[in-house]
Nanobody
Framework: QVQLVESGGGLVQPGGSLRLSCAAS????????IGWFRQAPGKEREGVTC????????KYEDSVKGRFTISRNKANNAVYLQMNALRPEDTAVYYC????????????????WGKGTQVTVSS
């Protein structure tokens, strides 16, 4: 049974940092495109960052470039999201996601979703 379990969300002040973790089980994450989506209140879900299944290359949504960093531990089948210089507009539920192909993930065609973790950026 495939599972993606997120942790590490919380409340942080603007300019602060958080590190999200995603524990994957039931599949070998390095064989999938895997990464993070988010959904802010009143908005549609959007892709944040991901690893490609083809060459391990990384994609970032423009607004998080230079502030967010995705990483992985293949031995533990885990993926992480280091978020620095957080802004109020980063407030959202963050989801760990996986797709069989990166081409599908970038279109929002996701095979597996975690339940999400809330990130709130507020003073």
């Amino acid at each position: 049974q495939v599972q993606l379990v997120e942790s590490g969300g919380g409340l942080v002040q603007p300019g602060g940092s958080l590190r999200l973790s995603c524990a994957a089980s039931g599949f070998t994450s390095e064989n999938y495109a895997i990464g993070w989506f988010r959904q802010a209140p009143g908005k549609e879900r959007e892709g944040v960052t991901c690893f490609s299944n083809t060459d391990d290359s990384i994609k970032y949504e423009d607004s998080v470039k230079g502030r967010f960093t995705i990483s992985r531990n293949k031995a533990n089948n885990a993926v992480y999201l280091q978020m620095n210089a957080l802004r109020p507009e980063d407030t959202a539920v963050y989801y760990c996601v996986a797709s069989h192909q990166i081409a599908r993930m970038v279109k929002g065609d996701i095979d597996y979703w975690g339940k999400g973790t809330q990130v709130t950026v507020s003073s």
